[in-house]
């Protein structure tokens, strides 16, 4: 079983970092009980073919980087209108709106448990500059912050 929550631990990777590139509707599905050919499906949908592709790479780099996970199979790169990412034993749809719709994947697994995604938190370098700055002094393109040199 240790195994398992392993493969759920860097499927939860996967979802925050396709949610750090803004992907919506995310959903994890839990296919263990269903006997299917994955225990895992992660499903996002990005609103363009630049933003599908951008949650793709954050996708591919952190699973490699950070868990030293590499695809066994990819599909839909060229195209951009679904992404599949087929880790074995978990398998990550990014899909156009409209695409995802026509698939709906949720329905054909209705009976997968949904996982709840996790929560982003914000990186501690950004968490300190928001600290740092007052709400109140919002900048105006072209004006000056006091205290800052020209550049």
Do not use: C
């Not at 499927?11 to 995310?26: E, L, T």
């Amino acid at each position: 079983m240790e195994n398992k929550k392993n493969t759920l631990d860097i499927v939860k990777a996967a979802a925050s970092a396709a949610m750090s590139r803004r992907a919506q509707d995310g959903v994890i599905l839990d296919l263990r009980e269903l006997d299917g050919f994955t225990d895992f499906f992660a499903i996002f949908s990005g609103t363009s073919d630049i933003q599908v592709e951008g949650i793709s790479q954050a996708v591919l780099e952190e699973l490699e980087n950070n868990w030293s996970q590499k695809p066994w199979h990819q599909e839909g790169e060229r195209k951009a209108d679904w992404i599949l990412l087929d880790y074995v034993d978990f398998v990550v749809h990014i899909f156009l709106s409209e695409r995802r719709a026509y698939y709906n994947l949720e329905r054909l697994w209705a009976e997968a448990e949904q996982i709840e995604l996790p929560e982003l938190t914000m990186p501690a370098h950004i968490e300190a500059l928001e600290e740092e700055l007052d709400p109140d002094s919002a900048l105006v393109f072209g004006e000056q912050a006091e205290g800052k040199p020209d550049l």
